[in-house]
């Protein structure tokens, strides 16, 4: 019965077994279906559900009570009267054609998916109190109230409550958007979810031995196809080299002079080390990182050439050599201002402190570079967290370190608060709006800190251990645009 009525694109409650609550019954999508050992095996996404959550299971977990078919898609016919596709809306992502199973290319990264429209995270995250829209250029250049027409934060002392008011410009330098609003089309390999090839849609890797850990892949990663069906694949910890056994591994580790990721060391404190690594100068290196990354990241897609891109890649040291622990990538000459490409920690050292360490860094290269920078968008789910834990706990520890100035309130503006950090003015304002700080009053914008704000922003700097210290970061920036084609 199953076998006649089960088929790819079937859609019933699937049991999912959860170790932190109890077990429920969502609605999920049969991916592809297999035969082992005489026994029926069902590849699931859950709908609603992130992918990394895909899996295999066996028929007694179906509801089959509740069996939906897949509906056939009406083709669109042409001007010819012949079956075509779907026209594409303004939103669709730009597709082409993703790299073929097992056909590797010399030079692969990551990139973000793009959209053909982006929109401005302070517009993606309002608050939840109404606020009128931030006044345009010229609506701030004609402000009477404050001549100089600057963003002016005046604290008003009260008991409990700190009131900020802000009073927005913007720079003639930037656009009025934030965010461009014509994605940069570099030859990146991008992909609509609806186009997803089923394959590229499937966990094709079933466990990674790296070093001491063994990790469970999330998502898709276009290794060699024959690797695919291994029940362990093996990677060299230090050069990334992907290999079939574990006796292979053994060979290889005799002959691999590397106890540490191939470039420079700009940073070391403690056991944390940050390595710069050229995209150019370590392709194949830089190809196996993006292989790696790609297990744990949905939402990026391969392109074909590194040389454009630097890789920072974090480690620990002990006695046996410097373990990755994650890495961010960045290009090497970026028109829009971003300073992360592709971040990610792995999976044995998530919820360490490790994640916003990085993203720290990204932005300490940035204060050397003397930029202010954004990471690309879209975040994945876990990076836009550690993205808004991070920018939140920054912009509060200025604003609570605030001193009076010879007795009159303290004065900080908009732009102050982003050439200090060297976050972006546009994340500054939606990080204030995502916190739900800024009320319209009087005519004027407050950004209100209440008792609980500063207590919740207390507890979790005392749990915020790992830090960048400036003066352990050895790092001269380069002018890429004088380097040819880098």
């Not at 042409?78 to 939103?91: A, C, D, F, Q, V």
């Not at 070093?211 to 060699?224: A, E, I, N, T």
């Not at 200025?398 to 100035?405: R, Y």
Request: net charge positive.
């Amino acid at each position: 019965l199953l076998q006649v009525e089960i088929v790819e694109g079937c859609r019933l409650p699937v049991l999912r077994k959860n170790q932190e609550h109890e077990d429920e019954w969502p609605l999920a999508e049969i991916l592809s279906v297999k035969e082992v050992s005489s026994r029926k095996l069902f590849y699931v996404h859950y709908i609603d559900f992130n992918k990394r959550l895909d899996e295999w299971v066996t028929g007694d977990r179906l509801d089959m009570k509740k069996l939906q078919f897949p509906k056939k898609e009406a083709k669109t016919p042409t001007k010819n009267g012949l079956p075509g596709s779907r026209p594409s809306s303004p939103e669709r992502e730009v597709v082409t054609s993703v790299l073929p199973l097992g056909q590797m290319s010399n030079n692969i990264c990551l990139l973000q998916k793009r959209k053909v429209e982006t929109v401005p995270l302070a517009t993606q995250v309002p608050p939840a109190t109404p606020v009128p829209s931030l006044p345009s250029s010229a609506e701030a250049s004609q402000a009477s109230v404050f001549p100089a027409v600057r963003e002016t934060t005046t604290f008003k002392a009260r008991s409990n409550v700190c009131n900020v008011r802000i009073v927005y410009q913007q720079d003639s330098q930037d656009s009025s958007d934030g965010i461009p609003t014509a994605p940069r089309m570099t030859g990146s390999l991008v992909s609509d979810r609806s186009h997803d090839d089923i394959v590229t849609r499937m966990k094709n890797i079933e466990c990674i031995e790296l070093g001491r850990h063994r990790l469970k892949p999330w998502y898709f990663s276009p290794y060699p196809q024959e690797l695919t069906a291994l029940p362990i694949l093996y990677l060299c910890e230090f050069c990334l080299k992907y290999l079939k056994s574990l006796k292979c591994l053994q060979r290889h580790l005799t002959k691999c002079n590397l106890r540490h990721p191939p470039g420079n060391e700009i940073y070391r404190k403690g056991t944390i080390s940050f390595f710069e690594i050229d995209g150019r100068k370590n392709k194949t290196y830089s190809q196996n990182l993006c292989l790696l990354a790609k297990c744990f990241l949905d939402h990026k897609t391969l392109y074909y050439d590194t040389d454009p891109f630097l890789f920072y890649v974090m480690t620990e040291y002990d006695s046996k050599g410097f373990h990755i622990v994650g890495y961010f990538s960045k290009e090497k000459e970026s028109t829009e201002d971003y300073n992360v490409a592709c971040i990610l920690t792995l999976p044995p050292y998530q919820r360490r402190g490790y994640g916003k360490l990085l993203i720290e860094f990204s932005y300490e290269l940035s204060k050397v570079e003397g930029k202010t920078g954004t990471p690309e968008k879209p975040l994945s789910d876990l990076g836009l967290l550690s993205y808004r834990s991070y920018w939140s706990q920054t912009i509060l520890e200025i604003l609570m370190d605030l001193k009076p100035d010879n007795g009159e309130r303290p004065q900080i503006t908009i732009n102050e608060i982003s050439e200090i950090t060297s976050v972006k003015k546009e994340d500054v304002i939606s990080t204030l709006q995502y916190l739900n700080l800024i009320n319209y009053y009087k005519g004027q914008y407050i950004l209100t800190l209440s008792e609980d704000i500063v207590e919740g922003h207390e507890r979790a700097m005392q749990k915020r251990h790992l830090r960048i210290d400036p003066k352990c970061l050895h790092f001269t920036p380069k002018d890429w645009s004088k380097r040819g084609k880098w």
